[in-house]
């Protein structure tokens, strides 16, 4: 059999002759415009997305590691900040959520401080989501490299949910990766970078909003929708519940604002979507609602709780006028107002997460006005003003002058469940409103663009006009220049416990009275507790306890007699902390009547160990103290000393009569 000729093929093109010639006539041919080689593009293209999300979250990691050097996650040896106050409280939450778990304790209720009558868990920050997730490095490694893990942790994953968000709205990818640092590593997040894990381990909200906003618009399955929304819910609410209100009320704000414009002009479509919305959101808070009923009760009415809001209305965590346009420590640059920053943060202390500055500002009402036809564009701007106003509090202050002219957050601090939220913290909701502007301003001018090109080839591939690249290195300039951080943070050696001192203590979970006295802002002790695994109880605690009145309070009850507690406080020096606060302890009673009232407070409480910090303020003449109401220490380790008091055999009972 003669076979045919093999047509020639030029050089450089291996292509056949019909294969050119259907491709001059614009059809499909085996190799080229066929449906395979559209479909091996598309999977390029989806690939070159993935490579660059990692390549965004990379970025965000080693941000993070900027951030934190030379301290990484998971150091069991140091904590962020200083390792006393915040911080230290972190590890400790991480230690018992780890110890309730494996003693079959109730996670909400402690016992190992605030002896005798325990603390109230479900009124603190307790981030039992993050102890449960952390349960394997907090046994293994132990609290702190736990506290550092998840520090490290929270800006660059809160980041990328938000940029994962972003793109799952279609968001042009250079804007949602700016979105996704504007809303990870806003200056908020700086601000309590190094102190409030749960202030900023915030990569829930994002989903949140996300499923609202699905929810809304008419889902296809409500029933599914509405349980995702529901563990979100919940899940947030064991993180930090002051965070889930704000992302609450913010949601609520921006779907009354749609609900009303669609009212006017779409209100077939909300007919259309009203059904599977109500039975999502029916389903998200009967859900909600039953899995939170008991932590919920437990806060309101669960033992040793307090009654009202844990801050009064008029505190000092608000948002001066100038804080959004007064650079603080933590901005590197800072060319005017620095003076001014300096001061508004030294008043607010940590809480100075509301700058935003004047070029970001500039940039952003560009954007807006930009993108003033663009109704999300629109919506996120609104919502950020909203935020903006409630984070200054009930009062207006301009350069801390003022405070006559009341302000809507007056009204939301006398709702119910909205009465613990710090107006401060409104911060978190507005830089998160700016971020969005940021990726829908740059995105819709992007696509305006595109859309005016003249080169069909340019809109078909989907490339960046030169000028909205132009505007996208602008607003990232902004950002950079604006917001850049002081880092690295300070970080801060652990001082605990010698093993020579742990393992003297006392067997049977005995009862400790520790100095440095454990009440806000010092905590050490529960450092040292902490990285015992609670192996002992302690009087005093850092958190909110009921006080006068069962109001709250972070000063400890008064024992019975109270001078020890007295003169331990004294010597700590904590009274500057509480200037003209009438609840704060009495003086202290002369040395001699200390000496017998420490006596008595041992055999009444049935105290088993006495432990001294060497290094704390004063602590040679707490050690002298003492020696004189129960002689020589037991143990001297290191920087300090143990009186072994009473075996557990031998204590006491703790009666009702000493409990008052």
């Known amino acids: 059999m003669v076979l045919p000729p093999t047509p020639k093929v030029e050089s450089g093109d291996i292509r056949s002759p019909a294969a050119k010639r259907a491709r001059a006539r614009g059809r499909w041919s085996l190799r080229e415009g066929s449906p395979d080689s559209i479909h091996a593009a598309k999977l390029s293209k989806r690939q070159r997305g993935h490579i660059f999300s990692v390549l965004v979250v990379a970025g965000y990691v080693l941000l993070a590691i900027l951030a934190y050097w030379p301290v990484l996650a998971g150091d069991p040896h140091k904590l962020y900040g200083q390792a006393n106050e915040d911080p230290a409280q972190t590890a400790w939450f991480f230690a018992w959520t780890a110890h309730a778990v494996i003693a079959g304790h109730n996670p909400l209720f402690s016992t190992a401080v605030n002896a005798p009558a325990g603390l109230n868990l479900a009124q603190q920050a307790g981030i039992l989501l993050l102890g449960l997730l952390a ?43 700016l979105g996704g640092l504007a809303y990870g590593f806003s200056p908020y997040m700086i601000a309590h970078g190094s102190d409030h894990l749960f202030l900023v381990f915030v990569p829930l909200p994002p989903l949140i909003v996300a499923a609202v906003v699905k929810i809304i618009t008419g889902p296809r399955r409500p029933l599914r929708w509405g349980a995702a929304l529901a563990g979100l819910i919940v899940a947030q609410y064991f993180i930090s519940a002051e965070v889930l209100a704000l992302t609450a009320i913010m949601c609520a704000v921006g779907t009354a604002v749609t609900m009303i414009y669609c009212l006017e002009r779409h209100l077939d479509a909300i007919r259309l979507a009203a059904k599977p919305a109500a039975l999502a959101l029916a389903a998200a808070l009967t859900l909600a609602g039953a899995a939170l009923a008991y932590p919920l009760w437990y806060q309101v009415a669960g033992p040793a709780h307090y009654v009202g809001p844990a801050w009064p209305i008029n505190n000092p965590d608000f948002a001066d006028a100038l804080d959004f346009v007064a650079p603080t420590p933590n901005q590197a640059v800072g060319p005017v107002l620095r003076a001014v ?49 409630l984070s200054m509090g009930p009062h207006l202050f301009v350069d801390l002058r003022g405070g006559s002219l009341s302000l809507p957050f007056d009204l939301l601090a006398h709702l119910p469940a909205l009465d613990n939220i710090l107006p401060i913290r409104f911060a978190f909701t507005t830089d998160a409103c700016l971020a969005a502007v940021i990726a829908f301003g740059l995105d819709d001018l992007r696509r305006r663009s595109q859309e005016r090109s003249t080169d069909p080839r340019q809109r078909e591939r989907g490339s960046t006009p030169m000028p909205v690249g132009f505007a996208f290195a602008a607003v990232f300039a902004a950002l950079v220049v604006t917001w850049l951080p ?15 001192v742990t393992k003297a203590l006392p067997a049977d979970n005995p009862l400790v009275l520790a100095y440095p006295y454990p009440i806000a802002p010092e905590d050490q002790a529960n450092l040292w507790q902490a990285d015992a695994h609670l192996s002992f109880r302690l009087f005093g605690v850092y958190g909110f306890v009921p006080g006068v009145g069962g109001r709250s309070t972070t000063i400890p009850p008064l024992l019975s007699p109270p001078g020890v507690q007295e003169f331990l406080v004294e010597e700590d020096g904590i009274r500057r902390f509480y200037p003209g606060n009438k609840e704060f ?62 075996k557990a055999s031998q204590r006491p009972p703790i009666t009702e009569d000493h409990k008052r």
């Open 341 to 389: 920053g300096t001061k508004l943060s030294t008043f607010a202390g940590v809480e100075d997460g509301a700058y935003l500055g004047f070029v970001v500002l500039a940039v952003v009402v560009c954007l807006v006005w930009s993108g003033r036809r663009s109704k999300r564009v629109r919506l996120a701007a609104g919502l950020a003003v909203v935020s903006g106003v």
């Open 585 to 646: 302890y009495p003086a202290s009673p002369p040395l001699d009547q200390v000496v017998k009232q420490a006596r008595i407070l041992s055999h009444r409480y049935g105290i088993q160990a006495v432990l001294v910090d060497l290094s704390a303020p004063h602590g040679r003449t707490v050690t002298e103290m003492f020696i004189t109401a129960l002689g020589q220490p037991s143990v001297t380790g290191g920087q300090f000393d143990l009186w072994i008091v009473r």
């Open 486 to 500: 002081t880092w690295p943070y300070p970080s801060a050696t652990v001082p605990l416990l010698p093993a020579s």
């Open 135 to 177: 349960l394997p490095i907090t046994l293994i490694l132990g609290p702190v490299a736990s506290a550092t893990t998840f520090m490290f942790a929270a800006m660059p994953i809160s980041a990328a949910c938000a940029y994962v968000v972003l793109r799952r709205w279609k968001v042009w990818t250079l804007a949602a990766a």
